[in-house]
């Protein structure tokens, strides 16, 4: 079975030179003679460049190996929806979905997330429509400083798709992972369930 | 964070030799990471393994290495017939952190003792040699059984508690290791915290399905009502036969440097019925030999407490 072989260097300031990938290759080779093909190295971006398909958008990139997928898609794809808060996976501004499913954004590699649907706040609208979810918010006034609210509402999407939101213990419980340091629980809850309801 | 090579590993002997640190779900390593706690040259990502799935046969489950902590949890076969690992899987983390998890990544996650998880102390665990500033500092969250002078952190994993009351295997790419014999207590050396060796790879977990697993529960306290680590926790599984209680297995989170099986606490409560008394003397042989610090005495109470209540439910 081949061995998919992405190195994505150790970068130096100036980016990876030619003998990190011609090490690239050679250290594959040692770890099993029968593979070892350095997809990336060998390429015309010979760095680090990855594919990542948000909101429905193909997108190439060029990443260290320690970018995770938050820093990606605000530093690269310009996609500032989605918040840094704690970048340690304890407040849920980061939150988005991967295939489908609520992820929190800085505690996976961009790398990581290559082939896999990612969709962002960004993604949530059709055009000027504001996706249920965003007007539910707006109707109920669950935010004041909104740094928390893009995570908040990609989580409050996946809990309903998920069948979380039956009553407003089960939404407290299963929106856990967003935190909001302004406290507009019950308003996000009345949001979550009213969206639930529709 | 440190740079890295990042590696895909597409078979497990691939893994193996490829040689770095193993990464999954990367909800804890990549923390480590940033927080310079771990600084591996090489990330091996292993997402791509054959080690998925969850499959009943033959009176055991297994779960495989790379299945998550949603899809375990949500299983039919894993809420009806070990209802300890989903409610475990439940009480652990937010959403998002269980729908990205791996089961084994899980089982390996480090403590969240803040000494070890802040550079800026000493730690035997993260610097050999160092010295444990929890011994005599802020040490509530700390273990008061199976602790040493030089380490006293505890296991965060809920999920291991409820697999030590099942007794299930852990099975490596090449071994087998009952969960009993996985976790090391930290005596002289608390870096070392399983019997895993370099570069082993965990492949899945066997949970046997016995009558007394389907009779299984967890009970987990913590300082608030969810998205939160144990202060104390008790994985309980009770067979009772004519009101006497026939097979009964305790593990209990948050009191010590691993799950803690207490045969003493079994011991008091197999032959008789589960009268308060019986439940009162299973708790006091299980703290027997505790040994609380400054800010972590209340665990011995609180433990007791927890004991009695998950099993006043099987009564």
Request: net charge neutral; glycine share 10%; proline share 5%.
């Amino acid at each position: 079975m081949p061995l998919l072989w992405v190195k994505l260097h150790g970068m130096t300031q100036d980016g990876p030179t030619r003998r990190d990938v011609l090490k690239a290759g050679a250290t594959a080779a040692a770890i099993t003679p029968v593979l070892t093909q350095p997809v990336l190295a060998g390429a015309a971006a010979p760095s680090g460049a990855i594919t990542l398909l948000v909101n429905g958008e193909r997108h190439q990139v060029e990443v260290e190996a320690r970018v995770t997928l938050l820093d990606a898609l605000r530093e690269r794809l310009a996609l500032t929806g989605t918040k840094k808060g704690c970048d340690r996976g304890e407040c849920g501004a980061c939150t988005v979905l991967a295939d489908g499913k609520r992820i929190k954004s800085c505690l996976t590699l961009a790398v990581m997330q290559e082939g896999r649907e990612i969709t962002t706040i960004e993604g949530l609208a059709e055009g000027d429509e504001l996706h249920p979810m965003q007007a539910a918010f707006l109707k109920h006034d669950a935010f004041q400083c909104g740094i928390c609210t893009p995570g908040q509402i990609m989580s409050a999407v996946a809990c309903v798709a998920e069948g979380h939101a039956g009553s407003d213990q089960e939404v407290r419980d299963w929106m856990s992972g967003n935190l909001c340091r302004c406290s507009c629980y019950p308003n996000i809850v009345d949001a979550i369930r009213e969206a639930a309801g529709r | 964070m440190k740079l890295f090579d990042y590696v895909r590993a597409t078979s497990t002997g691939d893994a193996v030799s490829a040689g770095g640190d193993y990464i999954a779900g990367g909800t804890d390593l990549l923390n480590l990471m940033k927080d310079g706690v771990e600084a591996p040259d090489r990330v091996v990502d292993i997402n791509a393994l054959p080690l998925g799935g969850i499959s009943l046969d033959a009176g055991v489950l297994r779960i495989g290495a790379l299945a998550r902590m949603a899809e375990v949890a949500a299983h039919p076969a894993v809420r009806h017939r070990l209802p300890v690992i989903s409610q475990a899987l439940l009480d652990s983390a937010s959403p998002q952190i269980r729908n990205m998890a791996s089961i084994s990544g899980n089982l390996l996650q480090r403590t969240r003792c803040w000494y070890f998880r802040d550079t800026a102390f000493a730690c035997h665990k993260r610097r050999p040699g160092s010295g444990c500033p929890a011994q005599d500092g802020q040490n509530r969250w700390h273990a008061i059984l199976g602790g040493s002078d030089r380490c006293i952190a505890v296991h965060a994993s809920d999920l291991a508690v409820a697999l030590t009351a099942l007794e299930a295997t852990v099975v490596t790419h090449r071994r087998r290791i009952p969960i009993s014999e996985f976790y090391l207590l930290p005596e002289g050396t608390p870096e070392r915290e399983n019997v895993l060796e370099s570069g082993e790879l965990i492949t899945g977990i066997e949970v046997p399905v016995t009558t007394l697993a389907s009779r299984s529960r967890y009970l987990k306290l913590r300082d608030r009502a969810t998205f939160e680590f144990a202060v104390v926790s008790v994985a309980a599984a009770v067979r009772l036969r004519g009101g006497e209680v026939d097979d009964v297995r305790l593990a209990f989170g948050g009191v010590a440097p691993r799950p803690w099986r207490s045969p003493e606490a079994e011991a008091a409560l197999k032959g008789g019925p589960l009268t308060d008394e019986r439940i009162r003397a299973a708790g006091q042989a299980l703290v027997r030999d505790a040994r609380p610090r400054e800010h972590n005495a209340f665990k011995v109470e609180l433990v007791q407490r927890a004991l009695a209540q998950i099993l006043g439910g099987f009564r």
